[in-house]
């Protein structure tokens, strides 16, 4: 009997017929001590994602049919990842979206981390990539910023000893720690099922580590009405330290940018050093990532998200339901 591999690449996959076959073969590629599996968990699709995954023909790929969900708590993407983290023989799983591209270094990368940390979890940036015609282009740009943001703002929150979220785009876990704290059927349901985890694996004294590369490039949301529906899946969080930190910071620079407009005299300099502080942050970590042609963008990401936000707010008053991989759900 062959040994079970050190490493298990779990991925919950929904109609990802376009996207699915070159996910798999860059997992193929990966270069790992210990061994790997790759497990797709196809969750009910409806396209031809089976039919795809079987012609790849590959030894190292399990794939789990779901063809039905009827779990009365969860979300269908908590179940279908807690089914390939049970079936899962590695001790350390890795996680990723099933439009995901990763680099050949990225499951030896986090593994590393995880050694070097002892950590019980590593996660990692996500990357998005515009569509060929480029249509979508400033999502993309937008999304990248956004997400190397975040990592910071988690990791600095996790070496303060606060809640933090990461992102399952991109993470490696122990699986003992997964069931020690009793897996999703403990941890409840969450539209946001990393948010719902990390909390989860922090309340459990588990520790948490980060990383700014390798990163995993995904899909960038194709419209802006599409990032709106995204955004507002992921504010569905709850209350946490995360979501306060962010709330005041992100206050603080509209408070001072109206200030500024009433009273200069008063406001302008903190303005100004606020706006200036925030977008220093942002390119210290896509410095970190080594998106340096991204560093410009650095001046413009915070009003942008912003306005995202107030726009999630807004439309979060009329919409109180989220559709999340061909359910709906209440927020």
Same mark, same amino acid.
């Given at each position: 009997?062959?040994?079970?591999?050190?490493?298990? =690449?779990?991925?919950?996959?929904?109609?990802?017929?376009?996207?699915?076959?070159?996910?798999?073969?860059?997992?193929?590629?990966? @270069?790992?001590?210990?061994?790997?599996?790759?497990?797709?968990?196809?969750?009910?699709?409806?396209?031809?994602?089976?039919? =795809?995954?079987?012609?790849?023909?590959?030894?190292?790929?399990?794939?789990?049919?779901?063809?039905?969900?009827?779990? /009365?708590?969860?979300?269908?993407?908590?179940?279908?990842?807690?089914?390939?983290? @049970?079936? !899962?023989?590695?001790?350390?799983?890795?996680?990723?979206?099933?439009?995901?591209?990763?680099?050949?270094?990225?499951?030896?990368? *986090?593994?590393?981390?995880?050694?070097?940390? @002892?950590?019980? &979890?590593?996660?990692?940036?996500?990357?998005?990539?515009?569509?060929?015609?480029?249509?979508?282009?400033?999502?993309?740009?937008? $999304?990248?910023?956004?997400?190397?943001?975040?990592?910071?703002?988690?990791?600095?929150?996790?070496?303060?000893?606060?809640?933090?979220?990461?992102?399952?785009?991109?993470?490696?876990?122990? %699986?003992?720690?997964?069931? %020690?704290?009793?897996?999703?059927?403990?941890?409840?349901?969450?539209?946001?099922?990393?948010?719902?985890?990390?909390?989860?694996? +922090? %309340?459990?004294?588990?520790?948490?580590?980060?990383?700014?590369?390798?990163?995993?490039?995904?899909?960038?949301?194709?419209?802006?009405?599409?990032? *709106?529906?995204?955004? $507002? @899946?992921?504010?569905?969080?709850?209350?946490?330290?995360?979501?306060?930190? *962010?709330?005041?910071?992100?206050?603080?620079?509209?408070?001072?940018?109206?200030? !500024?407009?009433? /009273?200069?005299?008063?406001?302008?300099?903190?303005?100004?050093?606020?706006?200036? /502080?925030?977008?220093?942050?942002?390119?210290?970590?896509?410095?970190?990532?080594?998106?340096?042609?991204?560093?410009?963008?650095?001046?413009?990401?915070?009003?942008?998200? =912003?306005?995202?936000? &107030?726009?999630?707010?807004?439309?979060?008053?009329?919409? %109180?339901?989220?559709?999340?991989?061909?359910?709906?759900?209440? +927020?």
């Amino acid at each position: 009997m062959n040994a079970d591999p050190r490493v298990s =690449i779990v991925v919950a996959s929904y109609n990802e017929a376009g996207s699915i076959a070159a996910c798999v073969r860059s997992f193929a590629a990966q @270069r790992c001590d210990g061994g790997f599996e790759i497990i797709i968990v196809d969750d009910r699709s409806t396209d031809e994602t089976g039919e =795809i995954l079987a012609s790849l023909n590959l030894d190292l790929l399990r794939v789990i049919r779901i063809d039905r969900f009827e779990h /009365a708590v969860l979300t269908s993407r908590q179940v279908a990842l807690d089914t390939g983290f @049970r079936e !899962a023989r590695g001790e350390i799983l890795v996680v990723t979206d099933a439009d995901a591209i990763v680099p050949e270094d990225w499951v030896a990368g *986090l593994c590393a981390r995880l050694d070097e940390t @002892r950590a019980d &979890l590593v996660g990692g940036p996500v990357r998005f990539a515009a569509r060929s015609d480029g249509g979508n282009r400033s999502n993309a740009l937008m $999304q990248t910023v956004d997400g190397m943001f975040y990592i910071g703002v988690c990791s600095v929150l996790n070496r303060l000893g606060f809640n933090s979220g990461f992102v399952f785009g991109n993470c490696a876990f122990r %699986k003992d720690a997964y069931f %020690k704290i009793g897996g999703y059927e403990a941890m409840g349901f969450g539209l946001t099922e990393d948010l719902v985890f990390g909390r989860a694996l +922090r %309340k459990a004294g588990g520790r948490i580590a980060f990383v700014a590369q390798p990163a995993v490039s995904v899909r960038a949301c194709s419209s802006w009405r599409v990032l *709106l529906d995204r955004a $507002q @899946r992921i504010s569905a969080g709850g209350c946490s330290a995360l979501s306060v930190l *962010l709330g005041v910071w992100m206050l603080l620079w509209v408070i001072t940018a109206v200030g !500024a407009m009433i /009273a200069p005299a008063w406001f302008l300099i903190p303005f100004v050093i606020r706006w200036l /502080a925030g977008a220093a942050f942002v390119a210290w970590w896509l410095a970190r990532g080594g998106l340096w042609r991204l560093l410009p963008a650095a001046l413009i990401f915070e009003p942008a998200a =912003i306005l995202t936000g &107030l726009a999630v707010m807004w439309r979060g008053r009329r919409v %109180k339901r989220v559709e999340w991989g061909g359910l709906t759900y209440d +927020r």
